[in-house]
């Protein structure tokens, strides 16, 4: 048996050996991973601006600021996340992740933060990550109130830390954080990567002041940036970004603040490591824009989720090829039996249309206001301004020559044309000459 004792010694001392290797040697971990799908989908929207229930009580403070929220719906925001919710764990197959880029509160007060992070919940308990990058809106925000009688009361901030505890989905599955920003990085599978960046500038302490409309990313960030992009490249995935603030002028009169201080210097950085597809917020428009060359990315921006049509978008990925499309949310599943008799949920979409409407016909009427003609033109000329605003900012702009001539021949057109300011905002919104901004199929790679 001695034969088998030296063999005995012999497998044990290679035992060993290999275990004293790898103590010595510097394991390389797998990457966590959201799904091992090369199929996957995730649903992403933008500006929910959701204010918590609890902070306001319809009374006259609150309508007076309801009046003021420039079309966004601020009374059924908790029947429309409910609605999203259902639709997203009651799509076949469910999205991976639900992606949410910035301003998700209606004034950065923490407690709304912590009812929208309630009201998602179901979605994480189900398997679906909830990833959300912040908004101008939503960190120290200094508008932060609660609305009682006819009083707005201060309340407490949303600060970086508590951020990143009320959405800690995206942070506890995150391969990397930015140290200087409350961006990060997820695998998303074998072949993408997801970069949320926090493109906002806000105090790093509570503040007062109101909110920051304008973004940029900071030094330290962008070398944080360059370096989740290059080890992307290394292990062969393709990286897609998310932020608030725009990449690209989405709007010839409506742009400043809205994009990015530093954008030329991000546009070069992602051109040179190939993002395909950037996804942002802020404008509250739906609009889907090409770079100046094939090389850089195309940037789609998710009009508000408090807006007319309470829209996401629905993508779907392979590893070469990314699909979008544009939903509307649909509330009725969710309504309860009281509900189901009130008409502006009966007929929601019907309801935000006509909220939206209100909004650019106000300016349509405020322009005219020290104009001589008869009351006939003058409603054609708000109602004309209205509709053709709305269509905007839906992403129902992608019209052709002849449907643009079309409407410039009607009574409400002329009527409009004749007040420069409005005639400069017209042709900036008449015609969308660029993408589809509701459907779209996008190589990756």
């Given at each position: 048996?001695?034969?088998?004792?030296k063999?005995?010694?012999?497998?044990?001392?290679?035992?060993?050996?290999?275990?004293?290797?790898?103590?010595?040697?510097?394991?390389?971990?797998?990457?966590?991973?959201?799904?091992?799908s090369?199929?996957?989908?995730?649903?992403?929207?933008s500006?929910?601006?959701?204010?918590?229930p609890?902070?306001?009580?319809h009374?006259?403070?609150?309508r007076?600021?309801?009046?003021?929220?420039?079309g966004?719906?601020?009374d059924?925001?908790?029947?429309?996340?409910?609605?999203?919710?259902h639709?997203?764990?009651?799509?076949?197959?469910?999205?991976?992740a639900?992606?949410i880029?910035?301003?998700?509160?209606f004034?950065?007060?923490?407690?709304?933060?912590?009812?929208?992070?309630?009201?998602?919940?179901?979605?994480?308990?189900?398997?679906?990550?909830?990833?959300?990058?912040?908004?101008?809106?939503?960190?120290?925000d200094?508008?932060?109130?609660?609305?009682?009688?006819?009083?707005?009361?201060?309340?407490?901030?949303?600060?970086?830390?508590?951020?990143?505890?009320?959405?800690?989905?995206?942070?506890?599955?995150?391969?990397?954080?930015d140290?200087?920003?409350?961006?990060?990085?997820?695998?998303?599978?074998?072949?993408?990567?997801?970069?949320?960046?926090?493109?906002?500038i806000?105090?790093?302490?509570?503040?007062?002041?109101?909110?920051n409309?304008?973004g940029?990313l900071?030094?330290?960030?962008?070398?944080w940036?360059?370096?989740?992009?290059?080890?992307?490249?290394?292990?062969?995935?393709?990286?897609?970004?998310?932020?608030?603030?725009?990449?690209?002028?989405?709007?010839?009169?409506?742009?400043?603040?809205?994009?990015?201080?530093?954008?030329p210097?991000?546009?070069?950085?992602?051109?040179?490591?190939?993002?395909?597809?950037?996804?942002?917020?802020?404008?509250?428009?739906?609009?889907?824009?090409?770079g100046?060359?094939?090389?850089?990315?195309?940037?789609?921006?998710?009009?508000?989720?408090s807006?007319?049509?309470?829209?996401?978008?629905v993508?779907?990925?392979?590893?070469?090829?990314?699909?979008?499309?544009?939903?509307?949310?649909?509330?009725?599943?969710?309504?309860t039996?009281?509900?189901?008799?009130?008409?502006?949920?009966?007929?929601?979409?019907?309801?935000?249309?006509?909220?939206f409407?209100q909004?650019?016909?106000?300016l349509?009427?405020?322009?005219?206001?020290?104009?001589?003609?008869?009351?006939?033109?003058?409603?054609?000329?708000?109602?004309?301004?209205?509709?053709?605003?709305w269509?905007?900012f839906?992403?129902?702009?992608?019209?052709s020559n002849?449907?643009?001539?079309?409407?410039?021949?009607?009574?409400?057109?002329?009527?409009?044309?004749?007040?420069?300011?409005?005639?400069r905002?017209?042709?900036?919104?008449?015609q969308?000459?660029d993408?589809?901004?509701?459907?779209?199929?996008?190589?990756?790679?």
């Amino acid at each position: 048996m001695k034969w088998f004792g030296k063999i005995l010694s012999a497998l044990l001392a290679m035992s060993l050996l290999a275990w004293g290797l790898t103590l010595a040697t510097p394991q390389r971990t797998a990457a966590k991973v959201l799904t091992q799908s090369r199929t996957p989908s995730f649903w992403v929207l933008s500006d929910s601006h959701f204010i918590a229930p609890a902070l306001h009580d319809h009374q006259a403070a609150y309508r007076e600021i309801a009046r003021s929220a420039a079309g966004k719906d601020v009374d059924y925001q908790p029947v429309a996340i409910r609605a999203l919710v259902h639709e997203a764990l009651t799509a076949r197959p469910r999205p991976t992740a639900v992606i949410i880029t910035g301003d998700v509160t209606f004034n950065g007060a923490k407690a709304s933060a912590q009812s929208l992070a309630k009201r998602l919940a179901p979605l994480q308990k189900a398997g679906i990550h909830v990833l959300v990058t912040p908004g101008n809106h939503d960190i120290y925000d200094g508008w932060a109130r609660k609305y009682q009688g006819n009083r707005q009361l201060r309340v407490a901030h949303i600060s970086p830390t508590d951020w990143r505890n009320i959405f800690s989905d995206g942070y506890r599955n995150e391969t990397s954080e930015d140290a200087d920003s409350l961006s990060y990085t997820v695998t998303l599978n074998r072949d993408y990567q997801l970069i949320m960046l926090d493109s906002n500038i806000y105090t790093v302490q509570p503040s007062n002041r109101n909110p920051n409309t304008g973004g940029e990313l900071k030094p330290a960030t962008m070398s944080w940036l360059r370096s989740q992009l290059a080890a992307a490249k290394k292990a062969g995935r393709t990286s897609l970004v998310f932020m608030h603030h725009n990449l690209y002028t989405h709007n010839a009169m409506v742009n400043r603040g809205y994009v990015l201080n530093n954008a030329p210097q991000l546009r070069k950085l992602l051109t040179q490591y190939h993002v395909p597809v950037v996804f942002s917020g802020h404008i509250h428009a739906q609009d889907i824009k090409s770079g100046s060359t094939a090389a850089e990315p195309v940037e789609i921006v998710d009009g508000a989720f408090s807006i007319s049509p309470a829209g996401y978008g629905v993508v779907q990925l392979t590893p070469n090829q990314l699909t979008y499309d544009r939903q509307a949310v649909n509330v009725r599943p969710v309504l309860t039996a009281k509900q189901k008799h009130n008409p502006d949920l009966m007929h929601y979409q019907a309801y935000l249309k006509k909220l939206f409407l209100q909004n650019g016909e106000a300016l349509a009427v405020n322009s005219l206001f020290d104009h001589q003609m008869s009351e006939r033109k003058r409603e054609a000329g708000v109602k004309f301004l209205g509709e053709l605003n709305w269509r905007f900012f839906t992403g129902q702009d992608d019209i052709s020559n002849a449907a643009a001539a079309k409407l410039r021949a009607t009574t409400g057109y002329q009527v409009d044309d004749q007040v420069p300011s409005i005639h400069r905002y017209m042709k900036s919104i008449m015609q969308d000459k660029d993408r589809n901004d509701l459907h779209q199929v996008i190589p990756t790679k």
